[in-house]
């Protein structure tokens, strides 16, 4: 299969067919579409893929997970057959927790728990959570998920506790530190401790249930299992940051069932030259997201 320089060399003679020719179609939307049609018939699987262009446009507000993406999902999933299970193709800087409880409530009515994760680059925060919903996540050596803590207002919420503990423990040791830390907690708006308590709350209490009820589904152990593996990937004493890249082996460190990308060879080309693909199409257009099955049946979002 073509490498990243071999597929941008191919969308650009096809480009130029097409310009020739005075077909008006897309050259990008034209190969992305013909590598991922290979992809689905070498797994035999319904598949859709959630692109985001964030690495390209990380400040527009569409590249986030969002409600709008349900409408888009609602498409894709049109028509797709239900009985050989859905391979979903995630890269994703994550985003809102409603949006992908959303998403992944209605993905589960359609396909069950028959539902697989394939990570080619990042699926990170709310995109790690979807991953978590499925009964398996494929992930190469490249591959990387993210921390789950919540964030909000662009701080994160486990911090805002652990800082408003360690203030109420210094001010009972040290009566004197009362004043630095009414110059910190001041900053706070009213009810802002309570809403990054019920979000650090609602992403972990989900996400457990989702790994108990799919991925670990039928285990004696489940309910600790998913217990434990959400504590490692919401533990921000360990992660640090939320932008923290965690590779395969972290995962399974974690936890969570992992597939090797690499163990599938053929699966391995397709899924990188259909990431390649996707990369090419933000690179190349003001496409922000796109939300697309196998047929080419889908939603793209552009920065207009």
Not at 86 to 101: F, R, S, V
Request: with cysteine.
């Amino acid at each position: 299969m073509p490498n990243w320089n071999e597929v941008l060399l191919e969308i650009q003679r096809h480009a130029a067919e097409l310009n020739n020719s005075g077909r008006q179609e897309s050259a990008l939307d034209n190969v992305r579409r013909r590598y991922f049609t290979q992809l689905a018939q070498h797994t035999g699987r319904a598949t859709i893929s959630y692109y985001s262009g964030w690495l390209d446009r990380s400040d527009h507000p569409g590249v986030s997970i969002n409600d709008s993406d349900k409408n888009a999902f609602m498409s894709a999933v049109h028509q797709l057959p239900r009985d050989r299970g859905l391979d979903l193709i995630l890269h994703t800087p994550g985003g809102e927790t409603a949006a992908t409880e959303s998403i992944v409530d209605y993905l589960r009515k359609m396909f069950g728990n028959n539902i697989r994760a394939l990570v080619p680059q990042m699926a990170m925060s709310g995109g790690t959570m979807i991953a978590c919903a499925c009964k398996s996540i494929v992930m190469g050596k490249q591959s990387n998920l993210g921390p789950i803590d919540p964030q909000l207002r662009g701080v994160p919420a486990k911090e805002v506790i652990a800082e408003f503990d360690r203030a109420v423990r210094d001010v009972e040791e040290n009566p004197a530190s009362i004043p630095i830390w009414q110059s910190i907690i001041g900053n706070y708006h009213p009810g802002f401790l309570e809403m990054c308590e019920q979000a650090v709350e609602y992403s972990e209490k989900i996400t457990a249930a989702w790994l108990r009820t799919g991925m670990f589904n039928g285990e004696k152990e489940a309910t600790p299992r998913a217990r434990k593996a959400v504590e490692q990937l919401a533990d921000t004493r360990t992660t640090h940051t939320h932008a923290r890249h965690l590779h395969i082996d972290d995962v399974r460190r974690f936890g969570l069932k992992v597939e090797s990308l690499e163990d599938d060879p053929d699966l391995q080309d397709l899924l990188l030259t259909v990431h390649h693909a996707y990369m090419h199409s933000f690179a190349m257009s003001n496409a922000v997201k796109i939300i697309e099955n196998h047929n080419g049946v889908g939603v793209i979002r552009t920065a207009t």
